[in-house]
């Protein structure tokens, strides 16, 4: 009798909503309805719309994996070691950046060249470098303090399972992004797609802005701050500290697998309505082609939903190297058997599968998180360091892997030719070959790389150990000030 009193003790938990989970989870809504949009459109935007040519693509893309590069660990460092306070808050953070962020998203969608008649490759390629640069350096200020809060907010597998249910009904909310975005351009043209870009802005910069003024954490940075390590940039200490996450092997496992899965997320998302265009999938369907787009926006977040009961009975490393499994699979069976039905279930596994335990890696990122700060006795977490060292190591994938379709399918395009099979005056177009060939051979590679890699990765649960040295910390920090 006691027992069926504790399950449904523990049935009646779960069921019951947590503000503080629904608050935090409220910037996953705000950035993922921007992100999508982003990525689904900006490169067909550059390339198609704007034409912006090949070689700047690629030049575009190496300067802004340069500056990837840079900005992740200098803000990482910025935000776990800054003397300001409304810069070591995390809440803070999300608050004062939010609408930048939603002015960096709009920023890309109006080149400003042709409002000043400068209609030469030269702006076009400034315009696109300075987009990528902006939406980049935004998303890495507002988000890896978000990510750090993920660790902060939660102390154990379970809790952070059940935050990650709450953060992708927050994203499967946003599913209406991409759709109402697309529905506008093909209907009322630039006016409809303007109008779509500011309303989207404007509720991301309100439920931001919600998170950063209501979110509780359970470690307190403004206090505990001042018993933290706070080693000068660049100095000894620093880089000990650098090198110490760097060479941990849940770490080497974890950011390997991420580099390989951040890429194959932005090349389906960049590339979906390229493919779906040039392959003309949906040509004769406008509504079947927002059905399939809108599969694509929200499948991802509700895979995560459905299965995280096996989540908690398996745990998050088993399903995603099951995950990867289906990928291999899937690119094998289309390699083999080319035909719109097979080419549809890739484009929707692409889309759905990795993005979906996208969704699952800040489990991973808080469980090195907590082995390293019990490893090595840290006072407070190295949260953003932790992530922005991440961000460095997987962030230069967002541009490899577009640079890597774009020169494929540049070297494989194919002329134009009339009834009589004779080359006509129009500029060549991607081979619809060379696009399958792209679809399963690619994503074929990459999973069969992102199994081998993550099999090593092992879970910790630290978490009543943290609790105590939390408590053991401050209660040290108490008695040195009142002696």
Known sequence: MRMRFINNQNTRNRMALDKNFIYYSFCTFASNIMSSVFSFYYVYFFLDVYKVSHSCFQFAQVLFMVWNAINDPLFGWIQDHSSSKWILSRQLNILYGAPVFAVSFLFGWFPFYDVLHLDSEYWKCIHLVLTLCFWDTMFSFVLLAYCALFTEVTTDHT?????????????????????????????????????????????????????????????????????????????????????????????????TMNFLSAGMC??????????????SLFSDSKSNKLTFFFINSVGGNLLIVLISPFIESYGSVVIVCLSFVSVFLSSVLLYFWRTFNTIIVQILILNIVPSGMFGLYNIFVSSVIDEDQVRYKRKLPLSSMIFGINALITKPAQSIFPMIAAYFLDMTKVDVVDAAGNPTKEHPQRSREAIVTLLCVLPMVTALLQLLVFCPFRMTHLSEQLRKNTAFNRDQSRTESNL
């Open 266 to 279: 932005h090349f389906a998302a960049s590339f979906t309505k390229i493919f779906t265009e040039d392959l």
């Open 159 to 255: 809790s952070r399972v059940r935050l990650t249910q709450y953060t992708r009904v927050a994203a499967i909310c946003g599913f209406w992004a991409v759709p109402m975005v697309e529905y506008g351009y093909e209907t009322y043209g630039n006016e409809g797609f303007y109008l779509c870009l500011f309303f989207i802005a404007i509720v991301a910069t309100i439920f931001m802005c919600l998170t950063g003024l209501f979110t509780r954490s359970n470690v307190n940075r403004l206090d505990d701050a001042q018993i933290a390590e706070d080693p000068p940039f660049f100095s000894y200490e620093f880089l000990r500290m650098n090198l110490q996450i760097v060479f941990n092997k849940n770490f080497i496992s974890f950011v």
